[in-house]
């Protein structure tokens, strides 16, 4: 009967789809709020703000921020050492730093960003974290002393151990990444 | 099973010899399957007369001689730590029973604390690759149509005391206290996903939490996930505990328990991983070669026998051997004990609910002969997943994985009936 109108079968599929009931709970974000709270930064760049930051400020920066937990040259302290560990990662003692194991400088942008210095997250500027993630890779040897990192600098920066992950062939097809390095 | 002789009596031939052990061991003990240690009311006529109890009240209380207590751990070997410096509790899985948690013995991971969070001011922001975007409060969440389900969360670091050193202090808390079952309640993922018109192009989902760091993980937007993962808001009935994730978080059921982000306040749909810190440098294992397996997010087929485990004492005759045992792929469907070392095995009675993605009871009567032996539990789960050996386990991953450890644990019994933790 009705129901076999092929519009009415078709209006109610997208029923199903899209509730009618978004209207019902909450409210539509504004582009304005939204660009407040999206702050994930992507392995290629995008998501990261203007700005950008020196290893010398960053080493400043580090010191009043950061030195404490993870010692002066990011040896280590109360918490995670930051530096070194290159070539340690298939020994029977794997140190696992910013230099030898992470795979992003775009991650570290995003870490410092969020979630550090651990009292006062969020604290730091853009600028501010461009230079303390600059002073961070500096110390592990990735970019010279006169560097100044931006959005595009961090994008373009081969971190040592990039290569250095294997993801569950269960999730291969999801990673456009590794799919892209297959064919 | 029925030649096992009956349970040693309390006013039996060890009784002297077990009093002196009451005192050395005082209330460590207190599940089955253990020395009987004899009460302080030898006769009925010992037995206090009853008398009138306090007031009912708003809450019920543990009974004053019950002990039950997380542990704090910082790494391994780190353990009983200033909770200053800890990052985990661990659930004493030894002292409890059946299959649910109680709410506040919920095994924490928190990343940078435990924030309180006012419902009235912490909001919830579904976008991305989706026709709309939405801000969501607890109000709406509780409106919506609801699911309950018992499921476990288990850290990915659960076992990994086991990793590389034996310490025959160890008890199963600090073994394999990473783990707990409730009933969660919430609304399912793929409705909030319905509600903001999700793009079906969208492979991944970014979930962030509102706690200080910002715990932050890629989720695979696979059609099991799609299909089972829900924002909580309630845990055994009542709202969320602040350590838990209060006023909601996310469940994820079956993969490793950081993606189950607590205080979520965010929730991003993209077509690629996000490639947080915590799925680049934290949550990946290394593998002898230097490379690091990563988005090993399902927790494997596991178990293990929780009494009689480690520090505890038993005696010769009737012993109860109980334990639990889980998988993230599904349904328990079997679970052998070896009480020879691993010679003999013999198949377990599961207990009570057999649920999938929960933790699942066992037992098995017992007769200890008195000679010293090891003991040790093995699951299958309902995909035909077997719990690897410790042994068959490092020989795939090394021993710096430092993360997804599910092998049979070993609990090493000596001539004394003491109950040790053993690596092999």
């Known amino acids: 009967m009705r129901w076999r109108d092929p519009i009415i079968v078709a209006g109610l599929a997208a029923l199903l789809a899209t509730p009618a009931f978004a209207q019902e709970f909450g409210r539509e974000a504004t582009p304005e709020e939204v660009a407040l709270w999206d702050i994930d930064p992507r392995p290629d760049g995008s998501g990261l703000p203007p700005g950008r930051g020196s290893v010398a400020d960053g080493r400043e920066l580090y010191a009043v921020h950061c030195a404490a937990c993870h010692g002066e040259k990011g040896e280590g302290g109360p918490n995670d050492r930051l530096v070194g560990g290159r070539g340690s990662l298939d020994t029977a003692a794997p140190v696992k730093t910013v230099g030898s194991y992470w795979p992003y400088a775009t991650t570290l942008y995003d870490y410092i960003h969020r979630a550090m210095p651990y009292f006062d997250p969020g604290s730091l500027t853009p600028d501010e974290t461009y230079a303390v993630a600059a002073y961070i890779l500096n110390m592990n040897g990735i970019v010279p002393d006169d560097a100044e990192l931006d959005a595009a600098a961090m994008a373009a920066l081969e971190m040592p151990n990039r290569h250095g992950f294997v993801p569950e062939p269960e999730f291969a097809p999801l990673l456009p990444e590794v799919t892209e390095a297959r064919d | 099973m029925n030649k096992l002789s009956p349970p040693v009596s309390a006013a039996g031939k060890k009784g002297a010899l077990s009093r002196r052990k009451l005192l050395s061991v005082g209330s460590g003990s207190v599940a089955g399957g253990l020395v009987a240690h004899p009460a302080i009311a030898g006769s009925l006529a010992d037995v206090p007369q009853r008398g009138v109890g306090v007031p009912v009240g708003a809450t019920s209380e543990r009974s ?6 997380r542990i704090t751990e910082a790494t391994p070997g780190k353990r009983n730590v200033d909770p200053l410096d800890a990052i985990n509790s661990k659930t004493p899985l030894h002292k409890l029973d059946g299959t649910i948690t109680p709410s ?9 604390g435990i924030p309180s969070l006012d419902p009235k001011t912490h909001r919830l922001l579904v976008h991305g690759m989706s026709e709309r975007s939405l801000v969501l409060d607890l109000g709406d969440l509780r409106r919506m149509p609801s699911i309950s389900r018992v499921a476990f969360i288990e850290c990915s670091g659960n076992g990994w005391e086991n ?8 008890t199963v808390q600090h073994t394999h206290g990473l783990i707990s079952t409730h009933e969660w309640t919430g609304v399912r993922l793929s409705y909030i996903a319905g509600l903001v018109g999700r793009d079906a192009a969208s492979t991944w989902m970014l979930a962030e939490g509102g706690d200080a760091s910002g715990m932050a993980r890629s989720i695979p937007m696979t059609e099991e996930i799609l299909d089972e993962a829900m924002i909580a808001y309630a845990q055994n009935g009542e709202p969320l505990r602040p350590a838990h994730g209060y006023p909601m978080r996310l469940l994820v059921p079956g993969w490793e328990g950081n993606l189950s982000v607590k205080w979520l306040r965010r929730l991003k749909f993209g077509d690629r991983p996000f ?9 990946t294992s290394l593998m002898p070669d230097g490379r690091a397996r990563q988005f090993q997010l399902r927790q494997e087929v596991n178990s293990v026998i929780t009494s009689p485990s480690g520090m505890m004492e038993i005696a010769p005759g009737y012993n109860r051997i109980t334990g639990l045992a889980w998988s993230g792929h599904g349904a328990v469907s079997k679970v052998e004990i070896s009480t020879d070392a691993g010679r003999t095995w013999q198949e377990a009675r599961l207990n ?9 009871r066992f037992q098995l009567e017992w007769h200890w002969d008195g000679n010293p032996t090891f003991i040790t539990s093995r699951a299958t789960d309902e995909k035909g997943h077997v719990q690897p050996t410790r042994e068959a386990l490092i020989e795939q991953m090394g021993n710096n994985a430092l993360f997804h450890y599910n092998g049979q644990q070993i609990w090493r019994i000596n001539a004394e009936g003491n109950v040790r933790h053993a690596l092999a």
Request: cysteine-free.
């Open chain 2, 64 to 69: 004053e001689f019950v002990e039950l207590a």
């Open chain 2, 104 to 112: 506040d013995l919920h095994y924490e991971r928190s990343h940078s």
């Open chain 2, 163 to 170: 990793w590389k050193n034996d310490d025959d202090t160890l």
């Open chain 2, 275 to 283: 490639y947080t810190r915590w799925e680049t440098s934290r949550y």
């Open chain 2, 352 to 360: 009570g609910l057999v649920l999938p993605k929960a933790q699942t």
